[in-house]
């Protein structure tokens, strides 16, 4: 089973048990799933061992108010928090972004979003740039580890 089918597993069953993640993962997609499968915090694999340390030991009292949460994964919580979109997109990017990743050419996206393909095009291209990669299918595999598509 993955992280977040165990910690949701956990939460399914009712049991005690406290799931704070430990991964060298801080995408969208995982801290996401963890998050939403119940795990209490997400630590990266970088900290300190007396980090986390400390940070098992919050999770399991149950009684701390603050989460532990790595720095860069607080961040990326305060961002979804303010509702700040990933990588600088606009909403408009981000809709077409989903549209390509699920694999519609710029003439289908142009129907589905009642915009010109030359908007299209303008808007990959944005995309592109914003995300640091060279094709349609890098921007896919973007929004997939990113948790803009499932």
């Known amino acids: 089973m993955s992280g977040p089918q ?3 597993e956990i939460k399914r069953r009712g049991l005690p048990t406290k799931v704070l993640a430990l991964s060298s993962y801080s995408d969208d997609h995982y801290v996401r799933g963890m998050l939403e499968a119940g795990a209490v915090g997400y630590l990266l694999k970088s900290e300190a061992p007396e980090v986390i340390v400390a940070a098992v030991r919050v999770a399991g009292s149950g009684v701390a108010p603050l989460r532990p949460f790595s720095p860069p994964v607080a961040a990326k919580i305060d961002a979804w928090a303010r509702g700040e979109l990933p990588a600088g997109l606009t909403r408009r990017e981000i809709e077409v972004l989903r549209l390509v990743a699920e694999g519609l050419s710029n003439r289908e996206i142009a129907q589905a979003l009642s915009v010109t393909v030359w908007t299209v095009s303008f808007h990959i291209s944005n995309i592109l740039k914003k995300l640091g990669v060279a094709s349609r299918v ?7 580890e990113h948790g803009i598509i499932s």
């Open 6 to 8: 165990v910690a949701a």
């Open 138 to 144: 890098e921007a896919a595999m973007w929004a997939k």
